[in-house]
């Protein structure tokens, strides 16, 4: 099983700043990478596949970069509605595993 | 609008059994690989089970082998988790997904459905 470790575990950050992200694999998972946003109450939503091609509809605010192991998302500038739960997902084989996630919360 | 709504969900004995179910609109249901997600609760997300489109492969997590039974129905455009023998550590919302497969065989989940919480207890 590849274990995927974001960090930090939560992230204060004001309205209007950089939020940076991490995520890194227990073996190399090539670019084989995707990125979700998960608000309370509410189901998981795909932001970023193939480490760095964003989802439709998904604002260019939103980045991701990376390949191998080490990988990150990258909110250009946070927005209310940005305030959430970010998991990672390896697909580099059948047996899919997702991060612990980062919260960001308001600053 | 693709859309995925599960339901089945509830409180149930250890030991017992429950069926889940996923409706699917919006999209050409037998056109895709389908997969339960879950995620216990307060914690993170974890792969269940996937179905090919036309039900002649299945994976399962380790921890639910034997126990879980994914299924669909393309012509009633939906999908099923049959969970029998369930224990406390099943306790979870579960999550229906549309499964993208990628160059590498497996791949992301998009969109998903707004879950159906399933509460193993005595």
């Known amino acids: 099983e590849i274990v995927m470790t974001q960090s930090p575990a939560t992230l204060s950050v004001s309205p209007g700043e950089r939020a940076t992200l991490s995520c890194r694999a227990s073996?190399?998972?090539?670019?084989?990478l995707a990125w979700y946003q998960q608000k309370p109450g509410q189901a998981p939503r795909l932001l970023i596949y193939?480490?760095?091609t964003r989802a439709t509809g998904i604002p260019a605010r939103f980045s991701g970069s990376g390949s191998g192991t080490e990988f990150t998302l990258t909110i250009s500038s946070l927005q209310s509605e940005d305030f959430a739960v970010y998991y990672c997902?390896?697909?580099?084989?059948?047996?899919?595993?997702f991060g612990q996630g980062t919260k960001v919360e308001i600053k | 609008e693709v859309q995925l709504v599960e339901s089945g969900g509830g409180l149930v004995q250890p030991g017992g059994s429950l069926r889940l179910s996923c409706a699917a609109s919006?999209?050409?249901?037998?056109?895709?690989?389908m997969s339960w997600v879950r995620q216990a609760p307060g914690k993170g997300l974890e792969w269940v089970a996937n179905?090919?489109?036309?039900?002649?492969?299945?994976y399962y997590v380790d921890s639910v082998k034997g126990r879980f039974t994914i299924s669909r129905d393309n012509a009633k455009n939906s999908l099923y988790l049959q969970m029998n023998s369930l224990r406390a550590e099943d306790t979870a919302v579960y999550y229906c997904?549309?499964?993208?497969?990628?160059?590498?065989?497996?791949?992301?989940?998009?969109?998903w459905g707004q879950g159906t919480l399933v509460t193993v207890s005595s």
């Open positions: 997904a549309r499964d993208y497969i990628a160059a590498a065989g497996t791949g992301w989940f998009d969109p």
């Open positions: 919006g999209f050409t249901f037998s056109s895709y690989w």
């Open positions: 179905i090919k489109q036309d039900g002649s492969e299945k």
């Open positions: 073996q190399s998972v090539s670019s084989n």
């Open positions: 193939g480490a760095s």
């Open positions: 997902q390896q697909y580099n084989n059948w047996r899919r595993t």
